[in-house]
C-alpha cells in the first residue's frame, strides 16, 4: 500500500475537514447506510475512521490509465 493524504495511525472524526477529500459528510452517511466506503467504527454515536483505512480504500478505488507519451 502506497502513502496516501492520511497519517495512518490517526483516528479521523466524521466531522474532520479532511474527509471532505473523499466525499461530503452527507454522502458518507449514505455509504455508511448502504455499508459501502471506507470501513469505520462506532464509539458511541461518533463515527470514526482510521487514516490507514482511509488510504487503503483510495487505494483500492484509484483507477489506473495508460499514460499517452
Same mark, same amino acid.
Given at each position: 500500500?502506497? =502513502?496516501?493524504?492520511?497519517?495512518?495511525? *490517526?483516528?479521523?472524526? !466524521?466531522?474532520?475537514?479532511? +474527509? =471532505? +477529500? *473523499? $466525499?461530503?459528510?452527507?454522502? %458518507?452517511? #449514505?455509504?455508511?447506510?448502504? %455499508?459501502?466506503?471506507?470501513?469505520? $467504527?462506532?464509539?458511541? %454515536?461518533?463515527?470514526?475512521? +482510521?487514516? $490507514?483505512?482511509?488510504?487503503?480504500? *483510495? !487505494?483500492?478505488?484509484? *483507477? #489506473?490509465?495508460?499514460?499517452? $507519451?
Amino acid at each position: 500500500m502506497n =502513502d496516501g493524504p492520511f497519517k495512518p495511525t *490517526i483516528f479521523y472524526d !466524521d466531522t474532520d475537514e479532511e +474527509l =471532505d +477529500l *473523499i $466525499a461530503t459528510r452527507s454522502m %458518507r452517511a #449514505q455509504w455508511r447506510h448502504r %455499508r459501502v466506503g471506507p470501513k469505520y $467504527a462506532k464509539f458511541g %454515536r461518533r463515527v470514526k475512521y +482510521l487514516g $490507514a483505512h482511509l488510504n487503503a480504500w *483510495i !487505494d483500492k478505488n484509484t *483507477i #489506473q490509465t495508460n499514460e499517452v $507519451a
